[in-house]
């Protein structure tokens, strides 16, 4: 082969490769647009045990597109009136267009965080809180390319 013919096959596969991450990339970004989450308004009070409570609430992850996601996850920060309580995770999954998974989250909080209104309230078995999660989502398109989703969202939820 003479220098003029590897070089434009490798310029060739060089635009061809370039070509297949854009696609990659802007299809990725389609998806992570299409990607929204839910907080179920009704959680549960699992346990009281001395000072701690111990909450579980649901997460929706909502696929709005028309392509499946290949592979999902999800890093996020659950915060209770405005007070940082602790940290979630989603381990990767696929989400299937025009659907959702649910992702159940268990909290252990100190009951001194939680405020006297709070606690009164849990005790009389009417508890409303205000539950904010903030993280990130992502989304796996190729080996070692992900693209990233961030999402903020708050919800008053009844505890029963």
Known sequence: MSKKTIIVVLILLIIFVSTIFSI???TGKNIANNIDIKIIPEGRIERISGTVVTLAFQVQFINNGDIDTPEFSADYKIFINKIHIGNGH??????????????????????TKLGK???ISLLQGNL????TISGTGHIKILPGMIINKEFNKTQLVKFL
Request: aromatic letters at 16%; proline letters at 6%.
């Open 24 to 26: 990659a990339y802007y």
């Open 90 to 111: 989603l381990p990767w999954i696929s989400i299937p267009k025009k659907s959702y998974i649910t992702a159940k989250t268990t909290i252990t909080v100190d009951l």
């Open 117 to 119: 209104a709070l606690i």
């Open 128 to 131: 409303y809180i205000n539950i």
